[in-house]
């Protein structure tokens, strides 16, 4: 930094990592402290990452074993911000001294050369100690991160991390930590392919019923049933896929309809005319809330939380549609909790779509909905304070 020759050469990757920092103007001097994410946010992040599923894996292979060694386990989302930490309690004190927190941005552009951001910047496994992070207040810290990889379509989900004084540290930590990222994938790979059992098991029957060439996949375009043409393992789908007819490269003119865990995809060898869709939100009995839906390919029963109860309820009253602000209105009374109305919309798009529409939110054009009152007005979700729920009260 000062002109100097360096008294020893960096390893590689710090070498590299440094490079990167210098051109992006970090300064050495500067704090590691950055705006953390809101919590709402926060548990979107969490809801939306499927290394929330593994989070008890992660947490027996890592979290005690930093516990025990003075250290503290971080996992980040693609970003590099703080989704979840563990371990010791003396040590997360510490770390909230360098904002090491949940919602933290620790990518390389925020924090200079750090594990976390740097196994992102790499994509590999790296080990960051002492004087090798690039911001002086680091020099204390030692750590070890791996990215883990989604083994559904490749993709980055995130970063598992060891973060502690630098007196901790330890060789064999870095292989400890890229071993557990290894186990946490593989165990994302057997829930994959229960999945696809059970997907497959959906669609059997539904394809048995239908003529031409038809296939299921999962949300990730792996088949797991195919009619009427040679098995493919894979169908690449867009990044938006919606129901209705769509243009696949690989097969041309489809019509696509959702399956419980996956889509069904038609290939429109001839007319393809969709029936209207019907939807009937049972709101009787409020220990047993659900949503039926009769569409193309079978009627099928969805249990619904209290929450997506209200959600649903809120677009079946206003069915010229909302906008995340009214919505959060209607749910909240407060119009600026879009970030949990956004959040919520997007679990339930997740077994609606071909009934949902957005921009606004809305039960889409030729759906025909019900709604099923309890007998006594106010046994309308009566733990609901939602102003939306609050005036339907009154008006069954």
């Known amino acids: 930094m000062a002109g100097d020759r360096m008294p020893a050469t960096p390893r590689a990757e710090i070498g590299a990592s440094w490079d990167r920092v210098l051109r992006s103007g970090i300064d050495p001097e500067q704090t590691t402290q950055s705006r953390l994410l809101e919590a709402d946010e926060i548990e979107h992040r969490r809801r939306s990452s499927a290394l929330g599923e593994v989070m008890p894996l992660l947490s027996d292979g890592l979290a005690s074993i930093a516990d025990a060694s003075q250290q503290i386990m971080v996992v980040t989302d693609v970003e590099g911000r703080v989704l979840w930490r563990q371990g010791n309690t003396g040590v997360l004190r510490r770390a909230d001294g360098i904002c090491l927190a949940e919602g933290a941005a620790w990518s390389e552009e925020s924090t200079g050369t750090n594990a976390i951001g740097t196994a992102l910047a790499s994509r590999a496994p790296v080990r960051v100690h ?36 630098a007196s901790t540290f330890h060789p064999a930590t870095l292989a400890l930590v890229g071993s557990v990222a290894r186990l946490a994938e593989s165990e994302i790979r057997v829930r994959h392919l229960e999945a696809i059992d059970r997907l497959r098991s959906v669609a059997a029957p539904v394809l048995c019923r239908l003529g031409g060439r038809a296939l299921a996949v999962d949300a990730h375009g792996w088949t797991a049933a195919v009619t009427g043409m040679p098995p493919v393992d894979r169908l690449p789908l867009p990044k938006s896929l919606e129901p209705g007819r769509v243009w696949l490269p690989s097969l041309g003119m489809c019509r696509v309809e959702p399956l419980a865990g996956g889509w069904l995809v038609q290939v429109a060898d001839g007319a393809m005319d969709s029936p209207p869709r019907r939807v009937v939100l049972d709101l009787s009995r409020p220990r047993t809330l659900a949503v039926n839906v009769v569409s193309p390919v079978g009627t099928w029963t969805q249990r619904l939380s209290p929450r997506h109860a209200e959600l649903l309820y809120a677009l079946a009253v206003r069915r010229e549609g909302r906008t995340a602000s009214e919505l959060a209105q209607d749910l909240f009374g407060d119009a600026t909790r879009t970030v949990t109305v956004r959040a919520e919309i997007s679990r339930l798009r997740r077994h609606l779509a071909e009934v949902l529409a957005h ?21 309308l979700l009566p733990r609901s304070k939602a102003p939306v729920v609050v005036a339907g009260r009154g008006n069954p």
């Open 359 to 379: 921009r606004p939110y809305r039960f889409g054009e030729g759906v025909e909905v019900e709604v099923i009152h309890p007998e006594d007005p106010a046994d």
């Open 130 to 165: 002492s004087a090798e992070h690039f911001v002086r207040s680091l020099h204390g810290w030692t750590c070890a991160a791996a990215p883990v990889r989604d083994p559904r379509d490749g993709r980055l989900m995130g970063i598992v991390d060891i973060s502690g004084p």
